[in-house]
T-cell receptor, first 114, second 114 residues
């Protein structure tokens, strides 16, 4: 069965320091993986996606994620946090043979300290 | 702006009432998804339509129903409302319903049941 685990419910970093948001998945088949961001009182916005091309995926706002099949991970990183990055981040999996349902992680709240 | 339009943005109604939330997908997108986000349940997939047909069903209550019209807009009907139905309801759309397609989200409709 498919599942997504976001390993941290909250991550707090100082502005200007690196960000790491962790996501592990379980999937029987080749998955498509996404990261979405939700700013307070806003809708969900796609940050980046992996669909079996390059394993290192670059997204918007300086974020990137690396698909590691051996570790079943798709961690989201950014070299230098900005105050505007404070939001909730969701890791999402769609399994290729599924009925196109998205499997969502529980979300990670990113807090940026000045 | 994702191109997905949801109305109304905010809605306050009483218990026992019925409301309809409307969604216009991005131009050219055939698939529409509905999600509910509440404080205690997180993001829950409700239902997906593809080109007018129901494609997948998630945790949608029997009091809730949805449809997708020939012009591809969709409506989510919530009836016999309870306090616990207070949540942010997201609509999303994608070109098809397949696993690699990016899914674009609207800004959501805030429903408060009093």
């Amino acid at each position: 069965a498919q599942s997504v685990t976001q390993l941290d419910s909250h991550v707090s970093v100082s502005e200007g320091t690196p960000v790491l948001l962790r996501c592990n998945y379980s999937s029987s088949y080749s998955p498509s993986l996404f990261w979405y961001v939700q700013h307070p009182n806003k809708g969900l916005q796609l940050l980046l996606k992996y669909t079996s091309a390059a394993t290192l995926v670059k997204g918007i706002n300086g974020f990137e994620a690396e698909f590691k099949k051996s570790e079943t991970s798709f961690h989201l990183t950014k070299p230098s946090a900005h105050m505007s990055d404070a939001a909730e981040y969701f890791c999402v999996v769609i399994e290729r043979n599924s009925n196109y349902q998205l499997i969502w992680g529980a979300g990670t709240k990113l807090i940026i300290k000045p | 702006d994702s191109g997905v339009t949801q109305t109304p943005k905010h809605l306050i109604t009483a218990t026992g009432q019925r409301v309809t939330l409307r969604c216009s997908p991005r131009s050219g997108d055939l698939s529409v998804y509905w999600y509910q986000q509440s404080l205690d349940q997180g993001l829950q997939f409700l239902i997906q339509y593809y080109n007018g047909e129901e494609r997948a069903k998630g945790n949608i209550l029997e009091r809730f129903s949805a449809q997708q019209f020939p012009d591809l807009h969709s409506e989510l009907n919530l009836s016999s409302l309870e306090l616990g139905d207070s949540a942010l309801y997201f609509c999303a759309s994608s070109v098809q319903g397949s696993s690699g397609n990016t899914i674009y989200f609207g800004e959501g409709s805030w429903l408060t049941v009093v």
